[in-house]
């Protein structure tokens, strides 16, 4: 049974900051990769930020020295610091692992709302 819990969504004025983390349990043999994507009205999905079993990171570009992405390993967790909010981040934000079998899961989205 795999759980996928999100938290620390919301709305947030411009230049705000959030941080989401997500929690994952029940995944089999041992996570490779976690990371965040998100979806905007009318748009296609896209990585916002990933964090790979040896640390190295990615970041979308239109999120580049905004965002952090973090983990706690011991707690199978993921975080992701958002600063300098803009509207355009506005988004359902979707955390997501793959275990080193290539199994993907995701979690149910976290709505974040930017905007005065």
């Excluded at 570009?61 to 610091?81: E, M, P, W």
Aim: charged residues 20%; contains cysteine; hydrophobic residues 35%.
């Amino acid at each position: 049974q795999v759980q996928m819990v999100e938290s620390g969504g919301g709305l947030v004025q411009p230049g705000g900051s959030l941080r989401l983390s997500c929690a994952a349990s029940g995944i089999i043999g041992a996570i490779d990769r976690m990371g965040w994507y998100r979806r905007a009205p009318g748009k296609r999905r896209e990585l916002v930020a990933f964090i790979i079993i040896s640390g190295v990171t990615g970041y979308g570009d239109s999120v580049k020295g905004r965002f952090t992405i973090s983990r706690d390993n011991a707690k199978n967790t993921v975080y992701l610091q958002m600063n300098s909010l803009k509207p355009e981040d506005t988004a359902v934000y979707y955390c997501h692992a793959r275990n080193n079998l290539g199994d993907d899961h995701w979690g149910q989205g976290t709505q974040v709302t930017v905007s005065a």
